[in-house]
């Protein structure tokens, strides 16, 4: 879990996409590309998820611990994030909701949340939610992992 934090938040960002390149290339792939689109859904994709009546929300622009980055980065992250919802065919202009990457989040983002359409934050805390009582940008979750196999 160190080298994990190291590499997700605890260097610098520079040293940490050349690790993480110089890492992938030997343990992984040289082709990143294709790894990528076989392990994470592309625009045609979430759109017939979209389709089907399912809901997308924001996980950011770049997938940042947002609570490690200034308010000028937060902004972008989350601007870029509802841009990102906006070009896939989410209607954003009434509300949206955020996911923190890795639950991170602190005050100064909440504000900034706050002064937006965002309607709804999910945490990584293990809870269910209760309307009413959670801070709607707050919102504990169920992880899937936990619920048995069968």
Known sequence: IYVKRMLQVGLPEVLRGQIARALFAQYVSIDERSFASELYMNMEQLRLMLGCGMYVGSHGDRHYWLDSLDLEGQTREVNNGVAFLRELGVRVDDYWVMCYPYGAWNERLLGMLRGSSCALGVTTEEAIARV????????PRLDTNRFPKR
């Open 132 to 139: 009413g009582v959670h801070d709607p940008l707050l919102f």
